[in-house]
């Protein structure tokens, strides 16, 4: 029989046979395992873009390109992950590799809405009266804010900007314990919001009411904001689950429980302190009364006009609309103001926004905040 039918020479084929199919396999498993290698890196990216757009650490987070693809013959079939800018700006989270045509339209992220409630709210807050802060050192604390006063956040997008018109004379200490206070306040509710410190020139008597127009006015020459917050100085929230935001239906009279008050609503009428009012409510008011020199009187003409064009007052529960008043001297009633008050409906519509005569002396913007120095002619 010949060789090739012998037992010894039948073993060895077979062994050789069995060495070339464990060739072929170690082969083609290498191309098999290296196919799936790319797929994987080609795949991983939305989830980091996901990660980008809805994670609360992405202000710290940072993705390297290098992480990502290390292949130079294939970078270009794969999106790089840039860091994440540390200013508000509109340039892209990711961008397209320079050196590929099939990336140059992948160069903008969609940045998802911010949530109408923030995550990052407290409830109760503590409400510091002392020591009285620097400016310097407020500016260093705060330095995440823009020029102006000016904050919003960069990882969600807001809808509704929002504006605080703060009349303003004489309270420097107030003023810093305010920016301590508000700033933090403003940023863990996620508001895209400006704060603007409005100035009454010279020591003749006080025109709060006329000096929140002069804010409203002048805000809307920088930017078309939607809300405007009308704020007392002397009045810091308790609680961050107060909203900073105009609702869409009606006014809001923001400061219901103050503790002076004992934290009761003095009555249903009132409208002073704090108020919430949006862009377009406000010009159909036509805004406070100038009419109010002097301490007194200007709420109560809103409430009015708010009655008077058929909207109502919305509030907060008393649980959640808490405000701690700093302590100060008293300014003198005006002895007209219920006079003026009674006078009202008859001048509503021309008593307000579309007669409002003022000068801007000065103006600044500032880390914390925008200050405009107002000069207004009170009548003989």
């Known amino acids: 029989m010949p060789g090739w039918y012998s037992s010894g020479t039948l073993y060895k084929g077979l062994f050789f046979l069995v060495l070339i199919l ?31 757009q809805h994670s609360p650490l992405v202000s ?14 294939k970078s270009s079939l794969v999106l790089n992950i840039t860091e994440v800018p540390s200013n508000n ?21 969609v940045v998802p809405l911010c949530p109408d409630v923030s995550s990052n709210l407290r409830g109760r807050i503590e409400v510091l009266k002392t020591p009285v802060p620097t400016v310097l050192e407020l500016e ?14 960069e990882t969600c997008r807001v809808q509704k900007s929002v504006a605080l018109i ?5 309270r420097g200490e ?23 410190i409005v100035e009454q020139d010279g020591d003749g008597p006080f025109n709060r009411a006329m000096l929140m127009n002069v804010g409203f006015k002048e805000a809307l020459k920088i930017r078309s904001y939607d809300c405007f917050i009308f704020h007392d100085i002397d009045l810091l929230p308790e609680d961050d689950r107060n ?8 006014p809001r009279h923001m400061s219901v429980a103050v503790d002076i008050f004992k934290y009761r609503l ?15 409510h406000f010009e159909v008011l036509n805004g406070f009364s100038n009419s109010f020199w002097g301490w007194g009187g200007e709420d109560d003409d809103m409430s009015n006009r708010i009655r008077y064009h058929n909207l109502y007052i919305s509030r907060y529960p008393l649980t959640i609309a808490r405000y701690t008043m700093l302590t100060h001297k008293k300014d003198k009633p005006s002895p007209n103001r219920y006079d003026v008050l009674k006078q009202g409906p008859k001048r509503f519509d021309k008593d307000g926004l579309n007669s409002l005569e003022y000068r801007i002396i000065r103006s600044k913007r500032n880390l914390l905040y925008t200050w405009f120095l107002v000069g207004l002619d009170a009548p003989r």
């Not at 987070?61 to 013959?73: C, D, E, G, H």
């Not at 260093?140 to 956040?153: D, E, N, Q, V, Y």
Request: charged share 20%; net charge positive; with cysteine.
């Open 22 to 52: 464990l060739a072929l396999e170690y082969l083609f498993g290498s191309i098999t395992e290296t196919k799936h290698f790319f797929v994987f890196n080609a795949t991983r990216l939305p989830h980091a873009e996901r990660l980008i």
């Open 140 to 153: 260093k604390r705060f330095s995440w804010l823009k020029i102006g006063g000016h904050w919003a956040p």
């Open 166 to 170: 703060i009349p303003f004379r004489c």
């Open 60 to 73: 710290s987070f940072r993705l390297k390109p290098k992480a990502m693809v290390t292949n130079s013959t």
């Open 243 to 250: 909203l900073y935001t105009c609702p869409p239906g009606q």
């Open 89 to 109: 700006s509109s340039e892209s989270l990711l961008e397209a590799s320079p050196d590929t045509e099939s990336t140059k339209n992948v160069n903008t992220t």
């Open 266 to 280: 003095p009555y249903p009428a009132i409208f002073g302190g704090v108020s919430a009012i949006n862009r377009e």
């Open 174 to 196: 107030h003023l810093l314990l305010f920016l301590q206070h508000m700033h933090p306040f403003l940023k863990r509710q996620q508001l895209d919001y400006t704060i603007y």
